[in-house]
């Protein structure tokens, strides 16, 4: 899969204002764009490899659009999944742009419920791991303001070793990521996590959620995606320097 590129342009010299302006390049891969999010989707995947949302507080559940079904997304390209298919894959289905993040925006809500916004894991991960990375996200929103949310899969490097799923038309991921970017300040500040993909142990269901942080070059070298524009960059230089001196070894 050919690189695919998050510029982050900067409009203000103090980053009081980013914006936001996911790429998605290579044959594979293409960009979904939403009122309030947007996807990168690889066809050779069959599922999104990155999505994007901007995050603000007040946190809160919104209110309840009229029908909280799935929907096909006919933008996709190539293989496409159906609500009858949920039935067949014996996985949860997560949005990885939550409804709950849409307020009371109806529209925002409804486009939650797009099959491109979803990716399987097992119940047990969603409920613990990645439920409490969301809430962990949204209270530092609360505390720090404007933040945005990046979360996604991670799969063998080699395509041959990619395991698939569903008519083989949807691939494993061996791991999910997340990723919060905020600013404290004038100072930009990420956290990055990496979760296995498979049912949590009895420790990792509860334990500190710095037990799953991830260096964020490492992530970008096994998904090949830039996250973070030179500027934003420029803030994490000593992270970047590990990763380089790890490789390096």
């Known amino acids: 899969m050919k690189k695919l590129i998050f ?3 900067l ?10 302006a996911p790429v998605a390049n290579g044959k594979n891969a293409y960009t979904i764009q939403n ?3 947007e996807l990168g989707f690889a066809e050779n995947y069959g599922l999104p490899v990155w999505e994007m949302h901007e995050l ?3 946190m809160m559940a919104g209110l309840p659009s009229e029908k909280d079904e799935w929907k096909i997304d006919t933008r996709v390209k190539g293989y496409r999944i159906t609500p009858k298919d949920l039935t067949s894959i014996k996985l949860e ?8 993040h849409a307020l009371n925006d109806y529209t925002a809500q409804d486009s939650a419920f797009f099959l491109s916004n979803v990716l399987f894991m097992h119940k047990q991960l969603k409920e613990s791991v990645w439920d409490r990375i969301t809430k962990s996200f949204e209270e530092l929103t609360t505390q720090y303001g ?20 569903h008519n083989n038309k949807l691939a494993v991921p061996t791991h999910f990521y997340r990723i919060i970017l905020y600013f404290d ?17 009895d420790y990792e269901r509860g334990c500190d959620l710095e037990e799953f942080s991830y260096n964020l070059y490492q992530l970008e070298a096994e998904t090949n995606i830039d996250f973070f524009s030179r500027e934003i960059d420029a803030f994490f230089r000593q992270d970047k320097m590990k990763y380089l001196e790890k490789k390096a070894r």
């Open 93 to 100: 289905a997560v949005q990885l742009y939550p409804k709950s």
């Open 146 to 165: 404007r933040s945005y949310v990046y979360s996604g899969p991670i799969f063998e490097k080699e395509m041959l070793k990619v395991k698939y799923m």
């Open 11 to 20: 409009v203000c010299p103090l980053f009081a204002e980013p914006v936001v």
């Open 35 to 37: 009122t309030t999010y």
């Open 185 to 201: 300040g004038d100072r930009a500040v990420y956290k990055c996590y990496c979760i296995p993909n498979r049912i949590p142990t």
């Open 56 to 58: 603000t507080p007040p």
């Open 7 to 9: 510029s982050l342009l």
